[in-house]
């Protein structure tokens, strides 16, 4: 499974982007998720969602109520809805896929399959 995102980009406080993650090869059963990387940071999760069409999800508690993750199976791609953006949403944002949705869910230790990330600049 390769995993690709796209998306990122530069825009100001208060407005929004969508993320997309397209993924060659099999993840309709893999729970996949966003994580996010700020300078000097470390990495910290944002929004995971299950395998077999998605029916839940998590999200960190910085994102909630404003990012919205969902995912397209039959077109391979994952997308993050992000609105009401912040300066401190500023960060390479990755997409990230595992059988398993605690792993997703949490730290990203052990995750499977990794995406390349895409730049998202927020600015004040």
């Known amino acids: 499974v390769q995993l690709q995102a796209y998306g990122g980009g530069l825009v100001q406080a208060g407005g929004f982007l969508r993320l997309s993650c397209v993924a060659s090869?099999?993840?309709?059963?893999?729970?996949m998720g966003w994580f996010r990387q700020a300078p000097g940071k470390e990495r910290e999760f944002v929004a995971a969602?299950?395998?077999?069409?998605?029916?839940?999800?998590s999200y960190a508690d910085s994102v909630k109520g404003r990012f919205t993750i969902s995912r397209d199976d039959a077109k391979n791609t994952l997308y993050l809805q992000m609105n009401s953006l912040k300066p401190e949403d500023t960060a390479v944002y990755y997409c990230?896929?595992?059988?398993?949705?605690?792993?997703?869910?949490?730290?990203?230790?052990?995750?499977?399959?990794w995406g390349k990330g895409t730049q998202v600049t927020v600015s004040s």
């Open positions: 990230a896929a595992d059988p398993q949705f605690r792993i997703v869910a949490g730290t990203g230790d052990g995750v499977d399959y």
């Open positions: 090869g099999r993840t309709y059963d893999y729970a």
């Open positions: 969602i299950t395998g077999w069409n998605g029916g839940g999800t």
